[in-house]
Structure formats: structure tokens, C-alpha cells
């Protein structure tokens, strides 16, 4: 056994160095300190790289990969930041991530949860934009063979846009000067902002269910990318395509495109253009038909010319002498039959258009927007009299009735028994005793009052 050396008087024997505290955590506790290091440091941060792995699970989440040429990372984007994404995350962009970093604790790495997107290089709407027109086109949504003509005289024609915009005072504006007659069924919706591609899918479903819709007209006054969006819509486009009317486009100005202008049946310019599309093929039947006179007036002048070339060349044959005279005469009478025709015929248009105008005013009596406040009046009148024969009814019955019950109530035998009389019977109570002399003494009688009955026992009679 070793020995310490005594240590000189008074000083005292130095101390063990002391032994560190070992604390030992867990995986969980310690991937959880560095997720909360992380969140707390980095609650929002912008990474840029490009986009790979991108998919998105039956969830509705975005799970992919940002990278550079020097390392990787994590990134998820959930469902409700997702929705609000314009375009669609698809490998190989370059994007500008923005989102807080955190750690996925089952697998202890780390990532960005990203909150938004936007494209590096090319802004957000116009990519947007050229994925959905990619990928309508491959669909065959821009063929031009699913193009359908547009009717060459519609007689009532469909409007879908904003009642506030000038798009449908100009619509209007020309289909009341080129085509008076036209039915038009407008179809109000909100074209800008916060769920307006849903209005303006629902407004052209109402006007292709309208009978007789024979073309429609989906458009807007211009704006800038982010007015026209709600025409750039994926809902929208679709709603076009399966539309059961021609349906023409006129969004914005003739520099503006939206996907609704591919979809669409025929594209117009502006708004004004669009109507004028529309009655394009009045116009041009009305063209041909001023045409068609126009070479029959020319037609019938050279056969006129022709004919009194002939008649003079006849006149002047010596066997032929008499007839200017009869041709005189036939012309006169032929003048007297055109006049009497003209003449019928112009009393018979002018009595064709007092009936005309005689149907129209029955046809207008019986509108029933002019009709309906007449029904409405007549049949308040007819219930406020039912009600007042219902309530004299009722009085007269219920008249009636206290009178019966008063009726009753004095030749009822309880209501006598209420004033203090009371029935007398035989003990068997099969007859009433009126007569005191028929009674004996000690013979058993039954009383009836007016409430309940006695069982007595006489005994002197009176």
C-alpha cells in the first residue's frame, strides 16, 4: 500500500477535479431542438434553383427537389399554398422559392416548406398562360375543325359579360344599328377578380340553356394581363368548348389574347367587332339580294330593248300596218290592268299590315310581364274575399251553433238537474215515479242528480 506524502501543518489536501455532466438526448429531442433552431433562424427565407422531382401526391401536396450546380434540398408546398399557384411547378424550371426551412422529423431532413412560387426569368401569368394553351392545344381544343360556322341570320343572340362595362353598351349599341330586330338575352357576370372565372362559366351555361340561342358572345372592354385572367382560366376554356351555341370571344383589344380566344368558335377583335360579326351575314344577304335586282332591272331593260327593236322592225313591214294602233290599244288596256294590279296589291299590303299590326297589339295584351300585375291584383282581390267569406261562414256557423247549444242546454234533463231538481226511479230504474200515491213505505227508489245518483229507502209517503 502506497502512501500519500504528508503535506506541510495547515495547508489542506487539494480537491478532485470535478466529473462533467453527461446528458444524453434522444433522436427525436434532438431532431426536434434543431427543427426548432431552424424555424426560428430561418422562419422565411427566398432560394432560388430549378425544379426537379416535382410530383403531387393523391393528397394534394407538391413534393420536389430545388437544386444548383452545387447541392439540393428538400421543398414541399401544401395544398393551400398550392392552389393559389398561377402556373404549374413542372421539372427543369427555374424558379424563386419562397417559405420558412423545417425538419421532417420520421427522416430527420431538412427542407423548405414553400408558400409561393414565381418563374425566373418570365413572370408567373405568362407561363400560366403557355401551359394551359400547351396543353388544350394537345387536347385538340384549338382544331380547326371542331370550329363551328356562325349562323348567317340569327335571330337571337347571347351575352355574356359585365352589365357596368362599356363592352355591352357597344354591343348593343351596333346589333341596334345593323340588326334592330335581334333578340339579345344578356347574361350578367363579373369579369375580373376573385372567383369570376366561376361567374362566367355559370352565366354561359344559363344562356346556352335559353331555347333558341342561336350564337353567343363571351367578351370585356381591355386591361392589363391580370384583368383579362379570368378569360385565361382552365374552367372557362372548357366551358367554351362545350358550349351548344357558336360561341365568339371578344376580350380586350385586338393586341390581347386569351386562351378563350383559341377555344372559341371565331375570335373578334373588340366587343364592337364581335357584333358586327355577328350580323355579318345580314349584311351580306342583303348585299346579294341588291345585287340579284340589280341584274334583273338590267336583265329586263335589255329584253325591253330587244323587243322594241323587233316591234319597230315589224312596223315598219307593209302587212303589219294596223297593228300600232291594236298594240295602242292592248297597251292601254295592259296599262289599266297594271294599275288595277298595283292597286290591289297595295290595298292588300296595307290590309297585311293592319292585321300585323292588330296581332302585334294582341300579342302585347298578352305578354305576361304586362299581364302578371293584373293577375297578381285579381288574385289578391279573390283572397282577401275568400278570406271574408271563410270568416262570415265561420260566424254564421258559430252563430248557429251557441244558438243550438242553447237550444240543447234548455231541453236537456241535466240542465234541470243543475237548477236543484232531481229524477226519482223505481228501485228496478225502469220507469220515473211521478205520483208520491204509488210509492209504499220502505220500498227502495233511486234519485238521479245533477251530479251523481242516491239509492233511498221511503220511508212515509205524502
Not at 394534394?60 to 401544401?78: I, N, S
Not at 344562356?207 to 394581363?225: K, T
Not at 215515479?433 to 220511508?459: N, P
Request: with cysteine; proline share 5%; charged share 25%.
Amino acid at each position: 500500500m502506497t502512501e500519500r506524502p504528508a503535506l506541510p501543518f495547515g495547508d489542506p489536501e487539494p480537491a478532485a477535479p470535478a466529473q462533467p455532466v453527461r446528458r444524453v438526448l434522444s433522436v427525436s429531442e434532438l431532431t426536434a431542438s434543431v427543427r426548432v433552431l431552424l424555424e426560428s433562424k430561418y422562419a422565411e427565407v427566398w432560394i432560388e434553383g430549378e425544379i426537379s422531382n416535382a410530383r403531387v401526391w393523391k393528397t394534394g401536396h407538391l413534393y420536389f427537389t430545388l437544386k444548383d450546380e452545387g447541392a439540393q434540398l428538400r421543398a414541399v408546398m401544401f395544398r393551400s399554398a398550392l392552389r393559389y399557384q398561377r402556373f404549374r411547378p413542372e421539372d427543369g424550371q427555374h424558379v424563386i422559392a419562397r417559405g420558412r426551412l423545417s425538419v421532417y422529423e420520421p427522416k430527420g431532413e431538412y427542407q423548405i416548406v414553400c408558400e409561393h412560387l414565381e418563374p425566373q426569368g418570365v413572370g408567373a401569368l405568362q407561363l400560366a398562360f403557355e401551359q394551359l394553351r400547351r396543353r388544350l392545344d394537345q387536347e385538340g381544343l384549338f382544331d380547326a375543325g371542331r370550329k363551328r360556322p356562325l349562323p348567317p341570320l340569327p335571330r337571337k343572340i347571347g351575352v355574356v359579360t359585365s352589365l357596368d362595362g362599356a363592352a355591352l353598351r357597344d354591343i348593343i349599341n351596333v346589333l341596334s344599328r345593323r340588326h334592330p330586330n335581334v333578340h339579345v338575352v344578356i347574361s350578367p357576370t363579373r369579369v375580373q377578380g376573385e372567383r369570376a372565372a366561376e361567374e362566367i362559366v355559370r352565366a354561359l351555361r344559363l344562356v346556352c340553356a335559353v331555347p333558341g340561342v342561336d350564337v353567343v358572345i363571351v367578351g370585356r372592354g381591355g386591361g392589363s394581363i391580370e384583368d383579362l385572367w379570368a378569360f385565361n382560366e382552365e374552367p372557362v376554356a372548357r366551358a367554351i368548348a362545350g358550349a351548344t351555341a357558336p360561341v365568339i370571344s371578344a376580350v380586350g383589344h385586338e393586341t390581347d389574347f386569351t386562351i378563350s380566344d383559341f377555344v372559341a368558335d371565331l375570335r373578334a377583335p373588340t366587343p364592337s367587332a364581335a357584333a358586327e360579326l355577328v350580323v355579318a351575314g345580314k349584311d351580306e344577304i342583303a348585299t346579294r339580294i341588291r345585287n340579284l335586282e340589280q341584274r334583273l332591272r338590267a336583265a329586263a331593260r335589255d329584253g325591253l330593248q330587244r323587243r322594241r327593236a323587233t316591234v319597230h322592225a315589224l312596223q315598219t313591214r307593209p302587212g303589219l300596218a294596223g297593228w300600232p294602233t291594236r298594240v295602242a290599244v292592248r297597251g292601254r288596256q295592259v296599262g289599266e290592268l297594271t294599275h288595277r294590279l298595283s292597286r290591289a296589291a297595295r290595298v292588300g299590303a296595307s290590309r297585311r299590315e293592319r292585321r300585323l299590326h292588330e296581332l302585334r297589339l294582341r300579342l302585347e295584351a298578352l305578354d305576361l310581364g304586362r299581364r302578371i300585375d293584373g293577375i297578381r291584383a285579381r288574385l289578391r282581390a279573390a283572397r282577401e274575399g275568400m278570406a271574408v267569406a271563410l270568416r262570415d261562414v265561420q260566424q254564421a256557423r258559430e252563430a248557429r251553433l251557441r244558438v243550438a247549444a242553447g237550444r240543447l242546454e234548455t231541453l236537456s234533463p241535466l240542465g234541470v238537474l243543475a237548477r236543484g231538481y232531481a229524477v226519482c226511479w223505481n228501485a228496478e230504474r225502469s220507469a220515473i215515479i211521478r205520483d208520491a200515491a204509488k210509492v209504499t213505505a220502505g220500498e227502495e227508489v233511486h234519485v238521479t242528480l245533477h251530479s251523481g245518483a242516491l239509492d233511498c229507502t221511503v220511508t212515509r209517503v205524502e
